[in-house]
């Protein structure tokens, strides 16, 4: 069963380690949800959608962005048996921004943000220009706790984790110009998450950015604007960079081609490493509906 109302990004997730189901992914315009609007209908506890919605309009109020831009943000949710285990909503936080240490002291009081996750940004990245780093999106759990950030950087310390699982394959995959690279920081656990989607737009459609807020109705009011995607060439480009990568077995390539239902079975990978720079486990996100268009082989 969706956990939104409509399903323009829908994923199940699997550990590559074990085969096991984890739970399931779901994205849409958080104008299309109850977070903005009450008439769509969620399992969202009060609590959650009041932590939702101050992570979705800190970029307005304190960045000087437009309103437009705050309708176009996604929200997130990631769940198993109808219990929400973890959300988010996308940003756009510059680092530099918080580089200021007013700034900063803010920002941490408003999304709860932890030392140690900014330590570890400070680490992992490096920049030359005010925006190399952003925070594009911020995670809470089930409790309403902010638990981390994802991260897009230009530019990595080479330093940081050096001849580790961590540099080798973020070497290689940063050599792939058709894919997009995030990074996950967590303060709940000692783990980094290295985030792969392929780099033209996932979705064929967007959320025009030039909404007024009357706007916010119902989903069919929306004009939607067609994008290019090339989606027969996803699956195979994501196997061959699995593959040049060496780092799984013949067992669980095989296990992973059984997952695919169709011909043009999307998935993306997640690679979740170690503090030490090891690799834990592989994720794999199955997509299990696109553009409103549903394909699973079984009820999510």
Partial sequence: ??????????????????????????RMWAACTSIVDAKYSSPFTDEMKSKLTEYLLY????LGLDESATLARYAEVWHK???????????????TYLSDGRNYFKTKKALALVDETMQV?????????????????????????TIGLSVSPTVLNPEY???????????????KSFIYLDYDIYS???????????????????????????????????????????NDRHRSMMLNVIRSLDIITDEQEEWLLNLFDHDEQEFDLDYVFNKDGSLKDIIVLKREARD???WRSEPS
């Fill in 121 to 145: 940004c400070t680490s992992m990245f490096a920049w030359n220009s005010p925006t190399d780093v952003y925070f594009d999106k911020i995670y809470c759990d089930q409790d309403c706790n």
């Fill in 59 to 62: 970029n307005d109020d304190q």
């Fill in 188 to 230: 709940d656990r000692e783990e980094i998450v290295l985030t792969t989607r392929v780099r033209w737009h996932p979705q064929q459609y967007e959320m025009q950015r030039n909404l007024n807020v009357d706007a916010i109705t119902e989903m069919g009011d929306f004009k939607f604007a067609q994008k290019d995607h090339i």
């Fill in 161 to 175: 984790l050096a001849d580790t699982h961590y540099s080798r394959i973020n070497e290689q995959l940063r050599k």
């Fill in 292 to 294: 409103f268009q549903i």
């Fill in 81 to 95: 048996d109808n219990v929400v285990e973890k959300a988010a909503i996308t940003t756009e936080i510059p680092f």
């Fill in 1 to 26: 069963m969706a956990f939104f109302q409509e399903e323009i990004d829908t994923c199940k997730l699997y550990s590559m380690n074990t085969g096991e189901y984890l739970c399931t992914y779901e």
